[in-house]
């Protein structure tokens, strides 16, 4: 534990990094990391940690480029993020979350300058030996992705989430399962107040419970997403509220020792009740999840997916999507690792939202990522990494044209 005057030095160095020019803010960062005081925890339950970030993005409105025309829509930023995680066990429960908050500026759009919050509090939960669950709450305040909108304003995203849910074990290879959650989203900027929605879902399940450890199950789940803005069809307004209902299997599939299968995925339909008709789109949707322990050093994973997802922009508020990923992750030594991804998504407008003048209309987006972390010492973390995506977009329903690519570099500290 630290004593008085090892917390004050510790308090000093944070209050450092967060004042300090841009500079000499990476140099006090990397510098607090090698004194004595990051060495010993304040307790065994509290982990503060301090974080910088600069990163550079050629294109960070996501705005189309028109032929003959190259504008300059590059920007660098810098991230000063400070906090703590915790864990602490109690008797059989156990209380884990984190709490930071961040200061990102730019150099060139300062207008977009904003403080984020980030924090997140569970509590696993457990009765006796058939009863346990989750009962948690978390909130989020960042700047909202410009992706699907055309505006060079700030808009800061407001999210929290509430959740509980239960699982009874009620025979040594059975059990069923019941939770609940409420999302809610917010908005900053007036013109994207549209997408201010609350997202309630029930769902209930039932697993068999293999003694290799894999299992198999039903889960039916509804959705109910209510939008403080209503739309009407008729007026040439889509329809943004929805119900979905679902029933999809649940299957875990331990393969083998460094292979694994997820999938959950069956049938959906999503209901806009306020369109004349109470349309309607359904059919499949799931997502398969693949992970291969190639070596010990090396691991992949893949995913697959055709779900109903929220489109933030100001035309339409969901679409279908389907697409494709492929990570890899390998520990090259005990400090230094490295890894990568690539995803393609097309999502599908159609007949989403009950207007079904949008018939037809989709884009697709690839995207690729490279990543290094480098661990000079058991709480310092240095990270690099670069990114490429480029969309073919519909300007209909908002969706841009454009490339982008970029670069970040990290350093975190904990305490």
């Not at 156990?94 to 990102?104: E, I, R």
């Not at 709450?137 to 509980?164: C, H, K, M, V």
Request: charged share 20%; proline share 3%.
């Amino acid at each position: 534990m630290l004593s008085l005057t090892e917390k004050k030095h510790a308090a000093d160095a944070v209050r450092a990094v967060f004042c300090a020019p841009r500079r000499v803010a990476l140099v006090l960062l990397i510098g607090a990391a090698y004194s004595g005081t990051v060495h010993a925890e304040i307790s065994d339950t509290i982990h503060p940690f301090i974080q910088t970030t600069f990163a550079y993005d050629d294109n960070l409105l996501r705005l189309s480029e028109f032929p003959g025309q190259i504008p300059d829509l590059g920007d660098t930023s810098r991230t000063v993020q400070g906090g703590f995680l915790f864990e602490r066990p109690v008797g059989r429960q156990l209380f884990t979350g984190y709490a930071k908050l961040s200061h990102v500026t730019f150099n060139r759009f300062t207008e977009l300058d904003y403080n984020g919050k980030d924090a997140l509090v569970d509590w696993a939960w457990q009765l006796g030996n058939r009863w346990q669950g989750h009962l948690g709450t978390s909130y989020l305040e960042t700047l909202a992705p410009f992706t699907d909108t055309n505006s060079d304003q700030r808009n800061l995203r407001t999210q929290r989430r509430s959740y509980a849910d239960a699982t009874w074990l009620f025979h040594p290879n059975w059990q069923v399962r019941a939770g609940f959650s409420r999302f809610t989203a917010d908005y900053e900027l007036p013109a994207q107040q549209i997408n201010n929605r609350t997202e309630n879902a029930t769902e209930l399940g039932l697993d068999y419970l293999a003694t290799s450890g894999s299992k198999v199950g039903i889960q039916l789940r509804q959705l109910k997403s209510n939008y403080q803005f209503k739309g009407n069809p008729l007026f040439g307004l889509p329809d943004n509220d929805y119900t979905q209902d679902e029933i999809k299997a649940n299957v875990l599939w331990l393969v083998s020792g460094p292979t694994k299968l997820s999938f959950l995925g069956g049938w959906v339909r999503r209901t806009h009740p306020q369109s004349a008709s109470g349309n309607s789109s359904s059919g499949a949707n799931g997502r398969l999840i693949a992970d291969w322990i190639a070596t010990g050093k090396l691991r992949f994973n893949a995913n697959l997916w055709r779900e109903f997802q929220v489109v933030e922009g100001g035309i339409v508020g969901s679409s279908l999507n389907k697409g494709a990923s492929l990570a890899a992750f390998w520990s090259a030594t005990a400090k230094v690792g490295l890894n990568a991804q690539v995803r393609h998504e097309k999502r599908d407008f159609s007949t989403i939202n009950g207007f079904t003048a949008l018939n037809g209309l989709s884009d697709s987006t690839n995207g690729s990522s490279l990543g290094l972390t480098y661990a000079p010492v058991n709480n310092v973390q240095l990270e690099l990494d670069a990114f490429r995506d480029r969309r073919s977009g519909n300007p209909i329903v908002g969706s841009n044209t454009y490339r982008a690519k970029g670069v970040s570099f990290s350093a975190n500290v904990q305490f």
